[in-house]
């Protein structure tokens, strides 16, 4: 059962920045690769951005490459993402998940999971216009 918590999201305006933090409270995650995913309502789950276990490589999806950016912490269990020029179409619930992705860019698939128990609660970003 995944053990990471997502925090940081609220009420924002467009143009605006945020910045959420995804934290590993039950294991240390050092080793894994972590995606960020997003779930805005009646829309299927999209991937937004990864990074690899040592940080060194990152991966975007398109509707967020230049604007968001990913990056870690081990030494704090914690992963963020930073979002810039926030846009009305960036409001959705997102999620973060491990992996042991190789190459990282495979980390998508992890979108199509749907069990209750692998994704966390997720923090609300809402964007107004």
């Known amino acids: 059962q995944i053990q990471l918590a997502e925090s940081g999201g609220g009420l924002v305006q467009a143009g605006d920045s945020l910045r959420i933090s995804c934290v590993d409270s039950?294991?240390?995650?050092?080793?894994?690769?972590i995606g960020w995913f997003r779930q805005a309502p009646g829309k299927e789950r999209e991937f937004v951005a990864a990074?690899?276990?040592?940080?060194?490589?990152?991966y975007y999806g398109d509707s967020v490459r230049g604007r968001f950016t990913i990056s870690r912490d081990n030494s704090k269990n914690t992963v963020y993402l930073q979002m810039n020029s926030l846009k009305p179409e960036d409001t959705a619930v997102y999620y973060c998940?491990?992996?042991?992705?190789?190459?990282?860019?495979?980390?998508?698939?992890?979108?199509?999971?749907?069990?209750?128990?692998?994704w966390g609660e997720g923090t609300q970003v809402t964007v107004s216009s």
């Open positions: 039950g294991r240390t995650f050092s080793s894994d690769d």
């Open positions: 990074i690899s276990w040592s940080g060194n490589s990152t």
């Open positions: 998940a491990p992996d042991h992705a190789d190459p990282l860019e495979t980390i998508v698939v992890l979108r199509t999971i749907t069990r209750d128990d692998f």
